[in-house]
């Protein structure tokens, strides 16, 4: 009988993500999206751009009290993006 080393679809697109240096930004784009769905749509309202740049996660906040809050809560927001986006990415949310 033959041996074969049988991989599932997942592991063998991951492996082609991870060779060509596709996999962080993946995860990066995911971690941007995700922002929406940990602040809720009421907060997203007031967002605008968002990039990622050195393990900081920039956010353009238009109203002054909102970021206050959002300041506020950085640590925890940190850690549901990370854990949403499946990997830690970032290390500091920077609003402005």
Do not use: H
Not at 8 to 33: A, H, N
Not at 59 to 82: C, F, G, Y
């Amino acid at each position: 009988m033959f041996r074969r080393n049988v991989q599932s679809l997942d592991e063998i697109l991951m492996k082609l993500l991870r060779d060509e240096g596709l996999e962080t930004p993946l995860q990066q784009k995911r971690l941007i999206d995700s922002w929406e769905i940990i602040v809720g749509p009421l907060v997203a309202r007031y967002t605008g751009e968002k990039y990622i740049k050195n393990q900081t996660l920039c956010v353009k906040i238009n109203n002054p009290a909102l970021r206050q809050d959002l300041t506020m809560m950085r640590s925890k927001l940190i850690k549901q993006l990370n854990t949403q986006a499946g990997a830690w990415l970032i290390s500091e949310i920077r609003l402005y």
